[in-house]
């Protein structure tokens, strides 16, 4: 029996594809006005996170508060961080 793939974060999630989207390419800048750029310091790693797992997580966080809200899942006194008390 041939069953429809998942897709979107329910795929992703159901197919462990998330820690792929979770890699991250680092790039080395060097600091301005250093001295000395033979120093580890004299530079700063800059870590770009794929598109997509941002997206992903941001679309997760969305249905977690909306089920937290919907289903009561909060203690009356614990923040929900919608800005709304």
């Not at 041939?2 to 159901?14: D, I, R, S, V």
């Not at 530079?43 to 997509?52: E, F, G, T, V």
């Amino acid at each position: 029996m041939n069953l429809p793939k998942q897709t979107g974060c329910n795929g992703a999630l159901a197919n462990n594809h998330f820690h792929r989207w979770r890699e991250a390419t680092t790039v080395i800048c060097a600091k301005i006005g250093k001295p000395d750029y033979s120093v580890p310091k004299a530079y700063r790693p800059i870590a770009l996170l794929n598109c997509l797992g941002k997206i992903l997580e941001k679309l997760m966080a969305t249905r977690l508060a909306y089920l937290s809200e919907t289903h009561s899942l909060l203690h009356h006194d614990q923040d929900d961080g919608n800005g709304q008390q």
